[in-house]
Structure formats: C-alpha cells, structure tokens
C-alpha cells in the first residue's frame, strides 16, 4: 500500500524491480514539500559561514554586524532559522530511512545491506563535500544511519523519548563546557573571535557532540513521527494548528532568549557556549511548528509554488551540495575576503533560491532524478538506472 502523489488517498500498486525507481503515484508529497523548504531554509545559515569568518556564524558581532539591516537578518535567522531547518533536514533524513527500507522489503529485497551500503556511498559524497566546505552534513547523517537501521524497529513512543533526550543533552553539555571557559573567552578560539586561532578541545567536543546530539537525535524523532503516520500530511488540520500555536509559543520565547542574552552581555564570552543552550532547546518546537504549517500549506492544493517547492525537495541532494559550489564561488572567490555582510549575503541566498526554485521543477519533468541523485542511485543498486522521462503515454511516469 503507497501513497500517491498528492497524499490524500491510498492506492494499490504492482511491486516495482528492486532497483527501479520510487512511482510518482508512490510519493508522499508531503515529504518533498518539507524537504523543499528544509534544504532552502538551511541556506540561510550555511551562506554565513560561506560568506563570514568562523566565528560569525556563532557570534553575530563577530562579522556583518554593521547595519540595521545585518542585525535584523543576522537574529532573524538565530531565531527562525538556525538549527530548525537541518532538524527539518534531520527529521526527513531518519523517514527516508524507514521510507527506503519499507519499500525495499516491499520488492522482496534485503534492506538492510541495502541502506548500509547507500550510507557508506553517502558518507563518500560528504567526505568529497567536506574537502570544498567545512560545515557538510552527509557525513554525520552517513555515520548516524547505522544507528536508524538498528532502532527503526523500536516503538515510535520510545524513539520518540531516545529521541529528544539526544537533541536536549547538548545543551547540557554547552553548560558544563561553559563552565570550563575563563572569564576571558581563553581556549573559545575562532568559535567566538574573528582570527582566534585555535578553539581548545573542550570547545571543540561541544560543537562535535552538538552537531551528531542534534542529528541523530531529530532523526530518531522524524522514524517515529513516520510510523505514527504524522509526516504525510493527511492528518487532520486541527492537529497541524496545535503544532503551530505549541511549537511557536513555546519555541520562539526560548530562541529569542538565547540571542538576547548575547546582545545584552555585549556577546561576552560568558554567554558564548552556554548562549545556544536555549535555542538547542527550542528546536524540536519550532520544527514541529514549521512541519504544521507546511502539512497546512501543502494540502491547499496544487499550485505553481507547490511544484517548484516539492521539486526542489525531491532533488534535495543536488541542491545542497550547488548551494555549497555557488557560496564558495561567489562568496569566498568571486568577491573576496572583504566588504561582505549579513545583508549581502541575504541577497545571495534569495538569488539561490530563484534559481533553485526556477530550475528543480522543469529539469524533472525531462528526468527522473535530480543529477546527483541519479549518480547516488545508480551507484547503490550498482547498475545504471534510466535517466530520462519516457514520452507521454509510454509507461507511468517515474521519479526519485
């Protein structure tokens, strides 16, 4: 049983080969249109470190924190952006998981050596990511993936449990490294200060634990939300709005607090570890909030926004790794180390998401994947999987 592709109904379809690609009728568009907005939205924050020195993404005062409106682009995107979207990113990672074994077995294939075998040519790809930017996510998601395939079986009330545990322990950790750190911010390195050298290593494990607590954790929490049968977005509107007014009122009150304890201390280093704590704690709530209002937008029908969106979703993989090629490109390369600002470079994401937006919908109605996606495919099942679309009337159409 699969969904089809605007979700509000059930259909029966014929098994497909093991190694042939997912039917359009068997995609939850739900997904594509969370996943849409999750890999536009964690631009807003990748472009900083991009754009700005280290320490800029971490401290606002650090870099491109002149005018007015770098200071309303650089807390708007603390307090609406920053760690939500890669826990949207994580929560679709940890369904994709379930999503791809269920439908393996379905095939009559073996998932696990399956989904192992796809991580580790995962973790390839971010290593190769790694060497052209710092900041890459597929090779935690790539490490973390064993542990999905262990525990995708659990019940979704104890995935659930594991699963916030995980995300809220970093913020404990930011508290007991802060207070570890002098008075003086000795041993924060470039984690807080422009050309700060090295960060010691307590720093150093708080951000590595940050980074893995915070995936895995979310990605536990997207396999239960899956099981539950939350993430298709057929459920019924009012739960979708009480995700919404929690998750906001809740979520937003505790990123604002982290921020403001920054800009009222003069972004001391006393708050500079223990600052994000309230913000870790306001992912989970503001993440389901943004899966509520997408679920809402999602059902509202089939417009020219909800295409773009829900392509850009389904080529999610390319799209992340050309917003990393065009940051480094035009940020780092084309206009140098200087000059640059949070408000410039907000003008740069919004140019990345016209062009992402523009180019992700047409390119799928000619093929069936997003290019990488193509070459991550055809890789894991080991043969070359058909790229093109078959002509009107030949055959279903396919998609990734």
């Known amino acids: 049983m699969h969904f089809n592709s605007d979700c509000h109904t059930v259909a029966r ?40 020195p280290r320490a800029a993404y971490f401290n606002l005062s650090a870099a491109g924190w002149n005018s007015l409106a770098d200071k309303v682009v650089g807390v708007a995107g603390e307090i609406l952006v920053d760690q939500k979207m890669m826990g949207l990113f994580s929560l679709l990672f940890g369904a994709g998981i379930v999503l791809f074994a269920d439908r393996a077995q379905a095939r009559g294939t073996r998932a696990n050596p399956l989904i192992l075998w796809r991580n580790v040519l995962l973790l390839g790809i971010g ?45 404990v950790v930011a508290l007991i490294v802060q207070l570890t750190i002098p008075l003086d911010g000795t041993g924060l ?33 997207g396999v239960a939300l ?3 049968g939350l993430l298709n977005g057929t459920r019924e509107p009012s739960l979708y709005r009480t995700w919404i007014r929690w998750g906001m009122g809740i979520g937003i009150p505790l990123a604002t607090i982290g921020v403001a304890a920054q800009i009222a201390t003069g972004f001391s280093p006393r708050v500079a570890i223990v600052g994000e704590a309230p913000n870790t704690l306001a992912t989970i709530p503001v993440a389901m909030a943004y899966l509520g209002l997408i679920s809402l937008w999602n059902r509202r029908g089939e417009g020219w926004m909800h295409r773009r969106v829900r392509a850009a979703g389904r080529m999610a993989l390319t799209n992340y790794l050309t917003q990393t090629l065009a940051g480094v490109l035009v940020l780092r390369g084309l206009l140098g180390a200087g000059g640059r600002s949070r408000a410039h470079i907000a003008l740069f994401v919004a140019a990345v998401w016209a062009v992402q937006l523009a180019w992700s919908e047409p390119w799928l109605r000619h093929f069936r994947f997003g290019p990488v996606e193509w070459l991550w495919r055809s890789a894991t099942y080991r043969s070359v999987q058909p790229l093109r679309m078959r002509k009107p009337g030949s055959s279903p159409a396919l998609s990734g």
Do not use: Q
Not at 29 to 51: F, K, P, Q, T
Not at 194 to 207: D, Q, R
């Open 13 to 52: 379809v014929h098994p497909a080969p093991s190694n042939s690609p997912t039917l359009t009728k068997e995609r939850i568009s739900n997904l594509d249109a969370i996943r849409g907005v999750a890999v536009l939205g964690i631009l807003v924050m990748n472009a900083v470190s991009y754009g700005l």
């Open 189 to 221: 390195g470039d984690y807080w200060f422009p050309n700060g050298g090295a960060m010691s290593g307590s720093v150093g494990f708080f951000l590595l634990n940050d980074f893995f607590a915070r995936a895995l954790g979310m990605m536990l929490i």
């Open 226 to 228: 899956y099981r539950l």
């Open 127 to 171: 290593l190769v990511h790694t060497m052209m930017w710092e900041g890459d996510v597929l090779t935690v998601y790539a490490i973390c993936a064993p542990v999905l395939v262990i525990l995708r079986r659990v019940r979704p009330s104890i995935l659930l449990v594991l699963g916030t545990v995980t995300v809220l322990s970093s913020a």
